[in-house]
Nanobody, 123 residues
Framework: QVQLVESGGGLVQAGGSLRLSCAASGLTFSLYTLGWFRQAPGKEREFVAA????????YYADSVKGRFTISRDNTWNTVYLQMTSLKPEDTAVYSC????????????????WGQGTQVTVSS
């Protein structure tokens, strides 16, 4: 049974930082692309960042480029999202996902999803 469990969310002031973690089990972690998506109230889930298997290419949404950094540790089966210079518009539930289809920015490329962790940025 595949499980993805996020942690690290919380309340932070604008300009602050948070690091999200997503621990995976029940899958061969190193074979999957890992992604972070977010969903704000009343909005659709949107792509945030992804990191490929193998050479670990990274991909970012324009809205977070230069502020967020995705990384992975295949020894500990964990993917991270370091978030800096947070803005109120970053407020959302952040979910990690694992998949292997070609387009890492597309929700449809992911098979497995975590439950999400709330990030709230106050102004």
């Amino acid at each position: 049974q595949v499980q993805l469990v996020e942690s690290g969310g919380g309340l932070v002031q604008a300009g602050g930082s948070l690091r999200l973690s997503c621990a995976a089990s029940g899958l061969t972690f190193s074979l999957y692309t890992l992604g972070w998506f977010r969903q704000a109230p009343g909005k659709e889930r949107e792509f945030v960042a992804a990191i490929s298997r193998g050479v670990m290419n990274t991909y970012y949404a324009d809205s977070v480029k230069g502020r967020f950094t995705i990384s992975r540790d295949n020894t500990w089966n964990t993917v991270y999202l370091q978030m800096t210079s947070l803005k109120p518009e970053d407020t959302a539930v952040y979910s990690c996902a694992a998949g292997s289809r070609p387009n890492p920015t597309d929700r449809a490329s992911y098979y497995y999803w975590g439950q999400g962790t709330q990030v709230t940025v106050s102004s």
